[in-house]
């Protein structure tokens, strides 16, 4: 029997290092109702508060903001949402009860919102 003893071995390891993970937000997008001379006071508020279920005071003051700025922030959120609720807005139709006349949807636009 053999009284050499086998030297220790060091075993040194790095230490691992982590990754930095940055979350990347996505970039939201509005909504944009346009003011249009067309279509009644009644018939957007009543767009509004079916296509994006808001209610009726909301409405109105989408409305009026529309009407005397030429256009107003509805909905603010994902490119992919923003896009539907803006189908959505446009899948309504007005017919002036006067002369029958239809006066097609209302004028509705997605962009990037500002500082996303």
Known sequence: MST????????ATKPKTR????TRRIPPYNVILENDDLHSFEFVI?????ALGYA????????????????????T???????????RIQTFHEVREADGK???PLGCTIEPAPGG
Request: glycine content about 6%.
């Open 77 to 87: 959120g994902t490119k992919e949402v923003a896009e539907l609720k803006a189908e």
């Open 102 to 104: 239809k006066l097609g």
């Open 46 to 50: 009543d767009v509004i508060c079916k």
């Open 4 to 11: 050499e003893s086998s030297p220790d071995v060091m075993v």
């Open 56 to 75: 009726a005071e909301r409405a109105v003051q989408l409305t009026l903001q529309a009407h005397t700025s030429g256009r107003a922030v509805v909905w």
């Open 19 to 22: 990754e930095e993970t940055k």
